[in-house]
C-alpha cells in the first residue's frame, strides 16, 4: 500500500464515473444493493467490453485466418487487433510473443509443457513460493512427475511476504524455473518480481510470473521485468472469462514445440511430414475463443484509457480504509499483513467459521469469497483451514466497506 | 432475515458450541474422513458396530456451524439404530436436504432444523458431508469427499 492518500487525485480518477460503466453493479440481491468484494476471483464487466462482445456476434461473427469473405477480416481484425493491445499492456516487444491462452492456468500449463517437458531433465530444479495458487504450483508438480525434476517452495514469513534471503539460498545452477505469482491472489501481496527474475536469472533459470491477479491493479512492463514468461487472465481485468495472455521471450517461444495439435498451429499437413505454423501461432491449435478475444481486447482499451496510477492510489486508500475498518471488529485477525500489498483483504473471525460469515454477508448483498482461494499451502502455513476475503475492483468505494462492516456485525450478533 | 434465521436456528447454533460426541473412539469397528475441498472442511468419523447395531458414534475435525452442527446431530441420532436404518436415514437426509424449497418433506425428528439449507444451495454440502462420511465407514471407503 502507498502511504495515507491526502493527495488522492479526484480530477484524475472518478470512481463514481467508473461505478456507472458498470452496470452490474447496480444489481440488487436479496433486496439489498449488491457490494461486490470478490474481485480477485473475477472482476466485473464495464459496458464496452459487454458491448464489444455483442457487437463481435453482431456484426463480425466468423472463423479467423481462414475465410476470404468480409466478416472473417473483420474478426481477424479483432483477434489480431486485441494481441497487438496485449502486447502494448504488457509492454511486450512484439505481438508476436503474445501467445492469446485460455486463462493463467492454460498460460503455465503452456510453459510447463512445451518450454518444461522439452527441456528438463532428472535432477534439475523448479523453484516456486508457498504463496502461489494452485494453478502456479499442480503445472509443476505434474512435469515433475514427467521429468523427474525437482520442485522447491520458497516459504513466507509471518506477514505473508516471500522470504528473500531463503529464496536466495535456494536457487542453483540446478534451478532451471522459477514460477512466482506478481500479487498474491489469497493475501494480496506484491513479491520484488524484479528481483526474483534477476536472482534466478544469475544462474541461468528462465523465470514465469503468475499476473493473474497484478494486471488490474499494477502497470506491467515485461521488458523493465526481464520475466522469460508472463501470464495474466482477462476475466479478472474486466474482460470476459476463457481467455488469457501468455507472453514469451520470442527466442524462448521460437524454441518451443507446440503445446496442443491441430488447425490454425499448422503450416502444411501429410501423413508423412507436419509443418508447423510461425511463433505465436504454433500454439494457437483450433478455433479461439474469438468473441471473448474481442471483450478483452477492450478490457485493455478500456484500462489504457484510465489513469491507472491515479486508479492505484483510490484502490490503496480503499484497501487502507478497509484494513482499518476491519481490523477494529473485536475478534478479528487480518491474514497477510506485506508490506506491498494490493486488493486483498483475508481475515477470520474468531468463533465463525468464514463459510458462514460468507453465507450472512451474502444476504446483506457483500459477495466475498470464503474458504482456501485455490491456495491451502497458504492456509496452511498460517494453521486455519480457510479466511473470509474480501478483495477490490477499481469500482469500490469506502462505502462499499462501510457495508461490509456492519453486514460482519450481523455475523458477530447471530453468533453472539 | 427470515431465511437466515431458518438456517442458524438455535438448535444449530448449540451443537456447533458444544458438539455432540466430538471425541474419538479407539479402534472402532468403522471409520472414515470426509472433506470438503470448497470449504476446506474436514471430519472424522468414527462408529462402533456391535453385532448390527450402532453403539457408538463420534467425530472429530474442523468446520463451518452447518456441518459441524449436521455430524452432531447426526451422531445423536445414530446411536442404537442398526446399519439398516442407519442407511435407509441416509437417504431420507439426503432428500429431505436436496428437496425444493418450496415443497414439503418428510418429518426427521431434531433432525429436520437441517432443512433450512435448501434455501441455501451451495450449503447443502456443508449439511450432507458428515453423512456421506458415514455412507463411506459403513461401505468401508477410507476417504469421502463432497465435491
Given at each position: 500500500m502507498t502511504s495515507p492518500s491526502t493527495t488522492v487525485a479526484r480530477t484524475s480518477f472518478d470512481v463514481r464515473r467508473v461505478r456507472?460503466?458498470?452496470?452490474?453493479?447496480?444489481?440488487?440481491?436479496?433486496?439489498?444493493?449488491?457490494?461486490?468484494?470478490?474481485?480477485?476471483?473475477?472482476?466485473?464487466?464495464?459496458?464496452?467490453?459487454?458491448?464489444?462482445?455483442?457487437?463481435?456476434?453482431?456484426?463480425?461473427?466468423?472463423?479467423?485466418?481462414?475465410a476470404t469473405h468480409v466478416l472473417s477480416e473483420r474478426a481477424t481484425a479483432l483477434y489480431e487487433g486485441a494481441r497487438i493491445k496485449a502486447a502494448a499492456f504488457v509492454n511486450a516487444p512484439d505481438p508476436r510473443s503474445i501467445v492469446l491462452t485460455k486463462g493463467t492456468t492454460?498460460?503455465?500449463?503452456?510453459?510447463?509443457?512445451?518450454?518444461?517437458?522439452?527441456?528438463?531433465?532428472?535432477?534439475?530444479?523448479?523453484?516456486?513460493?508457498?504463496?502461489?495458487h494452485h494453478s502456479n504450483i499442480v503445472p509443476w508438480q505434474m512435469l515433475c512427475e514427467q521429468t523427474g525434476a525437482v520442485l522447491r517452495v520458497v516459504p513466507i514469513n509471518a506477514r505473508g511476504e516471500v522470504e528473500m534471503d531463503a529464496?536466495?539460498?535456494?536457487?542453483?545452477?540446478?534451478?532451471?524455473?522459477?514460477?512466482?505469482?506478481?500479487?498474491?491472489?489469497?493475501?494480496?501481496?506484491?513479491?520484488p518480481v524484479r528481483q526474483v527474475v534477476e536472482q534466478a536469472h544469475a544462474y541461468g533459470a528462465v523465470v514465469l510470473i503468475d499476473g493473474a491477479q497484478a494486471a488490474p491493479h499494477l502497470a506491467i512492463d515485461v521488458q523493465a521485468l526481464d520475466c522469460d514468461f508472463y501470464a495474466l487472465s482477462s476475466h479478472k481485468m474486466f474482460g470476459p472469462t476463457g481467455v488469457g495472455v501468455l507472453y514469451g521471450r520470442p527466442s524462448l517461444l521460437e524454441s518451443m514445440p507446440p503445446y496442443q495439435g491441430g488447425g490454425d498451429m499448422i503450416?502444411?499437413?501429410?501423413?508423412?511430414?507436419?509443418?508447423?505454423?510461425?511463433?505465436?501461432?504454433?500454439?494457437?491449435?483450433?478455433?479461439?475463443?474469438?468473441?471473448?478475444?474481442?471483450?478483452?481486447?477492450?478490457?485493455?482499451?478500456?484500462?489504457?484509457?484510465?489513469?491507472?496510477?491515479?486508479?492505484?492510489?483510490?484502490?490503496?486508500?480503499?484497501?487502507?480504509y478497509a484494513t482499518a475498518q476491519v481490523s477494529s471488529i473485536a475478534g478479528v485477525r487480518i491474514i497477510g499483513e506485506a508490506r506491498q500489498k494490493t486488493g486483498v483483504l483475508s481475515f477470520v473471525l474468531d468463533g465463525v467459521h468464514p463459510h458462514d460469515a460468507g453465507t450472512i454477508l451474502d444476504r446483506e448483498g457483500v459477495a466475498v469469497r470464503t474458504g482456501q482461494h485455490c491456495a491451502q499451502p497458504v492456509m496452511d502455513c498460517f494453521g486455519i483451514t480457510a479466511t473470509i476475503r474480501a478483495s477490490l475492483g477499481i469500482y469500490n468505494t469506502r462505502e462499499d466497506i462501510d457495508v461490509l462492516v456492519r453486514a460482519l456485525d450481523k455475523v458477530r450478533a447471530v453468533f453472539a | 432475515m427470515s431465511e437466515l434465521t431458518d438456517l442458524y436456528q438455535e438448535v444449530i447454533l448449540d451443537h456447533n458450541r458444544r458438539p455432540r460426541n466430538f471425541r474419538t473412539i479407539a479402534s472402532p469397528s468403522h471409520h472414515a474422513e470426509g472433506y470438503n475441498p470448497l470449504c476446506g472442511d474436514r471430519l472424522k468419523l468414527y462408529v462402533q458396530v456391535n453385532g448390527d447395531t450402532i453403539t457408538d458414534v463420534a467425530f472429530e475435525g474442523s468446520g463451518c456451524a452447518i456441518s459441524k452442527a449436521s455430524a452432531s446431530l447426526m451422531t445423536d441420532a445414530l446411536k442404537g439404530k442398526t446399519v439398516s436404518e442407519a442407511n435407509s436415514l441416509f437417504e431420507r437426509f439426503h432428500r429431505v436436504v436436496t428437496t425444493p424449497p418450496d415443497q414439503p418433506v418428510e418429518d426427521l425428528g431434531k433432525l429436520s432444523v437441517l432443512a433450512g439449507v435448501r434455501e441455501f444451495p451451495v450449503r447443502v454440502k456443508c449439511a450432507s458431508l458428515a453423512w456421506h462420511t458415514l455412507k463411506a465407514a459403513l461401505d468401508r471407503e477410507q476417504t469421502t469427499s463432497t465435491e
Open positions: 456507472a460503466e458498470f452496470p452490474i453493479l447496480s444489481e440488487r440481491v436479496h433486496g439489498k444493493p449488491l457490494v461486490y468484494l470478490d474481485s480477485a476471483n473475477t472482476s466485473q464487466k464495464p459496458l464496452p467490453v459487454i458491448e464489444a462482445m455483442d457487437a463481435y456476434y453482431r456484426h463480425a461473427n466468423a472463423n479467423i485466418h481462414r492454460d498460460g503455465i500449463n503452456l510453459v510447463a509443457q512445451s518450454y518444461g517437458r522439452s527441456t528438463l531433465r532428472a535432477g534439475d530444479e523448479i523453484v516456486i513460493s508457498w504463496l502461489e529464496y536466495a539460498a535456494m536457487l542453483s545452477p540446478h534451478t532451471r524455473i522459477v514460477a512466482m505469482a506478481h500479487v498474491s491472489n489469497a493475501l494480496g501481496t506484491i513479491n503450416q502444411s499437413v501429410t501423413f508423412e511430414k507436419t509443418t508447423y505454423n510461425a511463433v505465436p501461432y504454433k500454439f494457437e491449435a483450433g478455433t479461439p475463443n474469438i468473441s471473448g478475444v474481442a471483450g478483452f481486447g477492450a478490457a485493455v482499451d478500456y484500462l489504457m484509457a484510465i489513469d491507472r496510477d491515479a486508479a492505484l492510489v483510490h484502490e490503496d486508500d480503499v484497501l487502507e | -
